[in-house]
């Protein structure tokens, strides 16, 4: 057999140098004396005992002129034919990071991290299915007019909300004291510490309030959706820490609850996507998504009052201006700012006001993330 012959049992490279030492009539003390190493270092490659290394293959090609690559591909053949067989495990675990971001939910808690058996059990029953490959599908609105493009993360996020909103006591949901919140948030509006008395309020009417961390690169504002006809829900990631971000996008989803949107058989779920970039109307979302962004905007700053105020200062706005209007209209100052830095396109100017409002709400709300895990039954 000469060099080049080839085998289908992949036998040790060795196999290939005795015949061709044979083929040649030259002995192992004559290989040794051509590469400049030691006979036994022939002889362990020739038993089987030693592997041939990338320097050694390189040396064998040129001896045997021949290609140093023709070498490292018979030893590489040899260990990947001899190497274990992969654990069963490894290739379920792969299936479940791609299709979900496991690890991330078994660092905040969502999951516990046990043998891949536990695990897909675990899986099965925090989305609620019995079977993995059944990816449930959910709508998502906000700046897309497209309703199938929720992502894994967006999707575990989801189901982390309906979770946590799934096993709290609230009243009875009630669209007209709804309605009334409605018209009586304005004065929690004027100092950021009221933000406090969201939960309790939303829960008095009867709406689940939950806040839950966004997972990486989901870009989740809210949602809302209904875990039954009559159990609205409201879940929020706070993500902008920011007063005139909260209320914009609670006001949005509050709309929404009031709509009825995403209540019926299908239960579709909205989940808003980069509200900071869509808080106008613009023609070219949902009609759902134009009526809770209109309905958010006014409800912040009114809208008549806004336009009249930036009619008159602007391109000069004094800092007191700003909040003497606040004064005014009775919001805190860091929401008028708000609305007049998108007017503007200048959202750097006066953005001390712009206060961080989520440690509020700690202690106030089931909240999730941030360090903390709210506890929760699979």
């Known amino acids: 057999m000469t060099i080049a012959s080839c085998l289908t049992d992949v036998p040790h490279p060795?196999?290939?140098?005795?015949?061709?030492?044979?083929?040649?009539?030259?002995?192992?003390?004559?290989?040794?004396y051509i590469l400049g190493v030691p006979e036994q270092a022939v002889n362990l490659i020739a038993s089987g005992k030693r592997g041939i290394s990338p320097e050694m293959a390189k040396s064998l090609g040129t001896a045997f002129d021949v290609s140093g690559e023709f070498f490292a591909n018979l030893q590489k053949a040899y260990e990947m034919s001899t190497a274990r067989a992969p654990d069963p495990a490894v290739a379920r675990r792969a299936m479940l990071q791609s299709a979900f971001p496991v690890r991330e939910m078994i660092r905040r808690g969502w999951l516990t991290d046990m043998d891949v058996g536990s695990l897909e059990g675990q899986m099965m029953r925090f989305f609620r299915k019995n079977s993995l490959t059944d990816l449930p599908q959910m709508a998502h609105a906000a700046k897309k007019a497209d309703y199938s493009e929720t992502t894994p993360a967006q999707l575990a996020w989801l189901f982390r909300v309906r979770q946590l909103a799934g096993e709290m006591v609230v009243s009875a949901y009630a669209e007209r004291k709804l309605r009334k919140l409605v018209g009586d948030l304005p004065q929690y509006m004027t100092n950021e510490e009221e933000v406090r008395h969201v939960p309790h309020l939303l829960a008095e009417c009867g709406v689940r309030f939950v806040i839950v961390e966004a997972l990486p690169k989901a870009n989740i504002d809210g949602v809302c959706f209904w875990i039954d006809d009559v159990s609205p829900v409201i879940g929020v990631t706070t993500r902008h820490d920011r007063i005139d971000n909260f209320w914009f996008v609670l006001r949005h989803e509050i709309e929404h609850v009031l709509n009825?949107?995403?209540?019926?058989?299908?239960?579709?779920?909205?989940?808003?996507?980069?509200l900071e970039g869509g808080m106008s109307a613009a023609n070219d979302l949902p009609a759902e998504e134009q009526l809770a962004n209109s309905a958010a905007a006014a409800f912040c700053v009114p809208a008549a009052e806004l336009e009249s105020f930036y009619i008159r200062k602007f391109p000069f706005i004094a800092e007191k201006d700003v909040l003497g209007f606040a004064g005014r209209v009775q919001r805190h100052p860091g929401i008028v700012v708000g609305q007049?830095?998108?007017?503007?396109?200048?959202?750097?100017?006066?953005?001390?006001?712009?206060?961080?409002?989520?440690?509020?709400?700690?202690?106030?709300?089931?909240?999730?993330?941030?360090?903390?895990?709210?506890?929760?039954?699979l």
């Open 340 to 377: 007049l830095q998108r007017k503007m396109n200048r959202y750097n100017w006066l953005a001390r006001h712009k206060v961080k409002i989520r440690h509020f709400l700690a202690g106030n709300s089931v909240m999730d993330g941030w360090g903390d895990v709210a506890p929760a039954k």
């Open 14 to 32: 060795g196999d290939f140098v005795r015949e061709e030492l044979d083929a040649r009539g030259w002995s192992q003390r004559d290989l040794a």
């Open 260 to 274: 009825c949107d995403g209540r019926g058989e299908l239960s579709v779920d909205l989940i808003d996507v980069d």
